[in-house]
């Protein structure tokens, strides 16, 4: 074992090395990413024989949502195993062993002399591991835009390096070419002990390029070292492209580099000032689509904020290795050490309240296309790039500037296309509305009854989702009726997001428990509720409209029958219509037949997550749909769907997508009427989609 952990569920994890007794792996080293979730906790060194199933990385069902196996392939994983069955037979005494302990160490004294928030800030200043750090601090910070701080990044890297070469040769009185000797070797040294985070690796490089330029008395260029750290990065670990930190890292670099022109003028107090306004807002100009594309939102206000955190920080690194270093020999000179990271962390905490009470302190800008990102530093480029020749920089900036402003626009002004997401939420319903003048509306918001409200679908999957599309108000909520799996996430959702109105069935409810975590939820957020009926109708405009089927008025329920009160709802836009059927019942898909012509659809969400008693075959012909969509879980208990409910569907010719073999589908409407359909985290192996198509003569 080489390295240990916590996950956000406070499970241990693991990093563990070794060579399978498999024929099939032929010898080769295999390293697995475990998750311990009980019994005494394994340290690093532990030598273990274990037996499991190897399982392969999660892939992303819906977009915007964490990608595991892009995450932990970057970090050199090749499975994960949930670790139960295995027998310590041994410790190892090498180098990861070494650095844990000095780890270890180095947070016993930390904890010692500092409280538990600022001791995981400076733990993460000071090894790399921000296990420690409170959820609160974080998000703090991350709203004032100096995340930065808490992670080692290229400008610790910098001022230790700086630090170094200071110390080996105002104190050590080396040369400069031996100074910068020690100082490669000593930042090398802290990379091995912190982890090879991107940033880090990128600042190691860059600097060791630069201090052999002086050991071999040749002059560096700051561009050539960037572009050298980046080909060294991606050759050690080519998925390092698509990582946030990478990007990040680079972006913020030669944004700082690209602004070295327009400061570095003046000398005085003012001129210095101004320049560190111009790092910050070219690091921030740089940065900022990358920062909107993997997190959602933006830190206007970190171009302010980091005019106070940058010049302390050297005083926060400095402060907080001579805290560790004291506390090595003395209890009472680590404290009083610690107190200036103290009293810096304090000042950190204030400038990112402050900033919090601003208006547009964090906005949320949803995730832009790539298309909108790569226009976007074309502008850039040929703003700050193009030199004197105004005529061609005129032209090309009009050029990429009004294709920028149709990829962010195009679609409110020009295309008006709505979408229809129905997502992977497991065993359960819900789908996402969104129309081209930015309304949305959800329909059902799936749920697990087992999992606590603040921990259920609409918290993991439905709210990522909504800041992802740069959702941050719902103009409606439907839920076809309050079963677990189809209200809890909502309920989540009412409580983060304003909500303009809920939407019930015109039914008694009798959902217990859940009726009653609804009411208070509505009454705390102030949000109207309304019940429908058959004949109520909903318009947008030119964005669609919404007509109730089900229930009809003074409908009578069977005891213990909310399924068979599920609010059947149309939506349609363009001639496009999408039917939703809640958890419906064959029973009353037969009194709906009584009005057939009403069921016409385009897009049918399949009753009952697929279910044999439903989707009959006289309904489905009602219908007449083209694509019928199922959603359910992987391996859900139930068996959904069911095998005669697909035949039914085969036999009526409509194309069937599933949540829980393709992941969240996407329907894109055109105002000309146009209807396509996109899917998102295909489960099913290439070979059985290759023996489906060669079967079926249709793509699914």
């Not at 040294?189 to 052999?212: D, E, N, Q, W």
Request: hydrophobic letters at 45%; aromatic letters at 10%.
């Amino acid at each position: 074992m080489t390295q240990t952990g916590e996950t956000s569920g406070g499970f241990q994890k693991l990093r563990l090395e070794g060579i399978p007794e498999e024929d099939a792996f032929q010898g080769d080293s295999l390293c697995i990413y475990a998750i311990r979730m009980e019994g005494k906790p394994l340290t690093v060194g532990d030598e273990i024989q274990l037996r499991g199933e190897a399982l392969s990385f999660s892939k992303p069902t819906i977009p915007g949502s964490y990608n595991e196996e892009l995450y932990l392939c970057t970090q050199g994983y090749d499975c994960k195993m949930f670790l139960s069955d295995f027998k310590k037979v041994g410790e190892k005494n090498n180098l990861s062993v070494f650095l844990h302990k000095g780890k270890e160490r180095v947070d016993q004294i930390l904890n010692q002399v500092l409280p538990s928030e600022e001791s995981g800030v400076v733990k993460a200043l000071i090894t790399g591991d921000r296990d420690d750090i409170l959820e609160g601090t974080e998000e703090l910070y991350r709203m004032a835009g100096i995340t930065h701080i808490l992670c080692i990044s290229g400008l610790h890297i910098s001022l230790l390096a700086m630090m170094a070469a200071w110390l080996m040769e105002s104190v050590f009185h080396m040369g400069r070419r031996s100074a910068a000797a020690v100082t490669i070797v000593f930042s090398v040294c802290f990379l091995i002990f912190t982890g090879f985070s991107p940033s880090a690796v990128r600042a190691v490089i860059m600097v060791t390029v630069a201090l052999v330029g002086r050991i071999l008395q040749r002059r560096h260029d700051w561009l050539n070292n960037i572009a050298i750290a980046a080909l060294v990065l991606l050759w050690i670990q080519p998925l390092y492209l698509w990582n946030a930190g990478f990007q990040l890292s680079f972006l913020s670099v030669i944004g700082i580099w690209a602004g070295s022109r327009f400061y570095g003028k003046r000398n005085d107090l003012l001129g210095k000032v101004w320049d560190m306004i111009l790092v910050s807002f070219f690091a921030f100009l740089f940065t900022f689509p990358i920062t909107a594309y993997h997190f959602y939102h933006i830190t206007p206000y970190s171009i302010l904020a980091n005019l106070v955190v940058l010049p302390f920080s050297g005083l926060l690194l400095g402060s907080g290795f001579l805290t560790v270093l004291l506390g090595f020999f003395s209890t009472p000179l680590s404290s009083f050490a610690a107190g200036s990271a103290y009293m810096i962390l304090q000042i950190y905490e204030a400038i990112c309240r402050l900033a919090e009470k601003l208006p547009f302190c964090y906005p949320l800008t949803g995730s832009p296309a790539p298309e909108t990102i790569l226009l976007y530093y074309g502008v850039l480029f040929v703003f700050l790039f193009c030199g004197r020749k105004e005529r061609i920089q005129t032209i090309l900036l009009s050029s990429f500037g009004t294709v920028l402003l149709l990829q962010l626009w195009g679609n409110s002004l020009f295309q008006k296309e709505n979408t229809v997401t129905f997502l992977d939420v497991g065993q359960g319903d819900c789908a996402v509305i969104q129309t081209y003048n930015d309304e949305c509306f959800l329909v059902d918001g799936g749920g697990i009854a087992t999992k606590e409200l603040g921990d259920n679908i609409g918290t993991e999957k439905i709210l990522p989702y909504l800041e992802y599309l740069g959702v941050d108000h719902i103009s409606g909520i439907f839920l076809s009726h309050l079963d677990a799996d189809h209200i809890l996430g909502a309920l989540e959702v009412m409580d983060a997001l304003p909500v303009d109105g809920v939407y019930l069935p015109d039914y008694a409810i009798t959902a217990e428990q859940w009726e009653k975590e609804m009411q208070e939820i509505l009454e705390k957020n102030q949000i109207p509720l309304y019940t429908v009926k058959e004949g109520d109708k909903g318009e947008l405009e030119e964005a669609g409209n919404f007509l109730c089927l089900y229930p009809f008025a003074n409908t009578q329920l069977p005891k213990g029958g909310s399924n068979a009160g599920s609010m059947v709802l149309k939506y349609s836009y363009a001639d496009v219509d999408i039917l939703f059927t809640g958890d419906l019942e064959e029973g009353q898909e037969r009194l709906l037949l009584a009005e057939p012509e009403g069921l016409s659809c385009d897009v049918l969400k399949v009753s009952h997550h697929g279910s044999a008693g439903a989707s009959s075959s006289e309904f489905l012909a009602a219908t007449n749909a083209q694509l019928a969509v199922i959603s359910c879980g992987q391996d859900n208990p139930y068996h959904h769907p069911a095998q005669e409910t697909l035949a039914r569907f085969a036999q009526a010719g409509i194309s069937v997508c599933r949540t829980d073999e393709q992941g969240s589908i996407l329907l894109h409407i055109s105002p000309s009427g146009g209807l396509s359909w996109t899917i998102w985290g295909e489960r099913k192996p290439v070979y059985e989609r290759i023996k489906e198509t060669m079967e079926t003569g249709r793509i699914s």
